[in-house]
């Protein structure tokens, strides 16, 4: 089971964390993404971190201003996002990946488990 938290409204150039617990939190070949879904736009994926081989990655929109970590304690994920544009609004989904044996995935269709999504809103 996934559960995020965090979301909110933020300013622009604000910053927010998300979180993203996960019941199923493991430390072999396994990721985490973060997708996004803005009004009237397909859903996108933002950041992946693969907790067996350390790395991460990021769309070209958010590299240098959201960063995503592990906490392998307690089974959580984060996706702290500084310097927030209008355009960072939307529901942003938190998805594992348990049979990750290259790295992360930007592809949806490598996610099983899905979380309910956490609302992000950055006013101008």
């Known amino acids: 089971q996934i559960v995020e938290s965090g979301g909110g409204l933020a300013q622009a150039g604000g910053s927010l964390r998300l979180s993203c617990v996960d019941s199923g939190f493991r430390t072999e070949e396994y990721a985490i993404g973060w997708f996004r879904k803005a009004p009237g736009k397909a859903r996108e994926w933002v950041s992946c971190i693969s907790i067996s081989q350390t790395t991460t990655s990021y769309a070209y929109s958010v590299k240098g201003r959201f960063t995503i970590s592990a906490d392998n304690a307690k089974k959580t994920v984060y996706l702290s996002m500084n310097s927030l544009r209008p355009e960072d609004t939307g529901v942003y989904y938190c998805?594992?990946?348990?049979?990750?044996?290259?790295?992360?995935?930007?592809?949806?269709?490598?996610?099983?488990?899905w979380g309910q999504g956490s609302r992000v809103t950055v006013s101008s």
């Open positions: 998805a594992s990946d348990y049979l990750a044996v290259r790295g992360c995935s930007t592809e949806e269709r490598f996610y099983g488990s």
